[in-house]
């Protein structure tokens, strides 16, 4: 559902990510004006100085952090980085908002969750994240719910796109180089389309309901990462031959939840958006990409 959109200014952090550059995709899509794309000179979340005068600057009704630290491997070395952007920038923001009257819109995500539970993970599904990642990313909601109320905490998951480095690129040309390649086949959740992500964040936003809290976004439909690789090689027409693998055959720095889809109902029923399959999405992602 595309609500009517009001003329309220709206400024974005970590607009050159994967997600900023969705937000500013589905901008220019929808005709939207009145958004501010900060760089990250001008919208350094760690410096509180400057995000007073930001928010000076603009008078935000809104404010969407798109900045994450999101190495998920490197982050069990560098937990104090990690921290520093998925706490303490999550909550200076925050302080801000507050101060300047403006609503947070914050990204988080499916690793909050420990992964062993085989159903779909509610809003009010206990978090207990396994590695420094999702315990930033964690830290960073609850900073905000204790610094004020006005605010949506979005948890998305697999996030792909044209833009940036995700799973979806990483396919495409591993599979253009390779005749062979290994994928993850027991850990299961659901890709999600920043474009849609981003399309979903312009609906609340527009909606004018005060309804705060957090919200659980990815697209429909359950998969594993080697499914999620076959259908990229199937749609974008690339012969390579894909092998499933246990995650004990690929060890990574950091654990993943083996589990992750999230239910979604929350959202869908407070706001009416309707929230695309998966391989939809998948096939709508548009050249060089696919």
């Known amino acids: 559902m595309k609500h009517q959109f009001k003329m309220q200014t ?38 509180e100085v400057a995000l007073d005068i930001v928010f000076e600057k603009y008078k935000p009704a809104f404010a969407i952090n798109c900045a994450a630290y999101t190495a998920v491997d490197k982050a069990e070395d560098e937990i104090e980085q990690a921290r520093a952007i998925n706490k303490t920038g999550a909550a200076n923001l925050a302080r801000q908002c507050k101060k300047h009257s403006a609503v947070l819109v914050q ?6 969750f420990k992964g062993d539970v085989a159903s779909p993970r509610t809003e009010d599904d206990e978090t207990d994240p396994i590695g420094v990642y999702g315990l930033t990313k964690l830290e960073g909601e609850q900073a905000i719910a204790e610094i004020f109320d006005e605010y949506y905490t979005i948890r998305t998951s697999w996030l792909y796109s044209e833009y940036g480095n995700n799973f979806m690129k990483t396919m495409i040309k591993l599979g253009a180089e390779r005749d062979l390649l290994k994928i993850i086949a ?12 981003a399309g979903a964040i312009f609906d609340i936003i527009a909606s004018d309901k005060k309804a705060y809290g957090i919200y659980h976004y990815s697209n429909e439909g359950v998969t594993s990462w080697y499914d999620f690789a076959k259908a990229i090689f199937d749609i974008a027409k690339i012969d390579v031959k894909v092998l499933p693998i246990r995650t004990s055959e690929y060890p990574t720095k950091a654990k993943r ?23 939809d999405s998948l096939k709508k992602a548009s050249p060089p990409a696919l």
């Open 10 to 47: 709206i400024i974005v952090f970590g607009a050159s990510g994967q997600l900023g550059s969705c937000l500013k995709h589905v901008a220019n899509d929808r005709a939207l004006d009145n958004i501010h794309f900060l760089s990250s000179a001008e919208g350094n979340i760690l410096d």
């Open 107 to 112: 990204t988080s995500t499916d690793f909050v």
């Open 186 to 197: 027991d850990q299961v959740g659901t890709p999600t389309y920043a474009i849609d992500l």
């Open 257 to 279: 939840p083996a589990f992750s889809v999230m239910d979604k109902a929350k959202i869908k029923n407070t706001f009416g958006i309707e929230i695309p399959y998966w391989r």
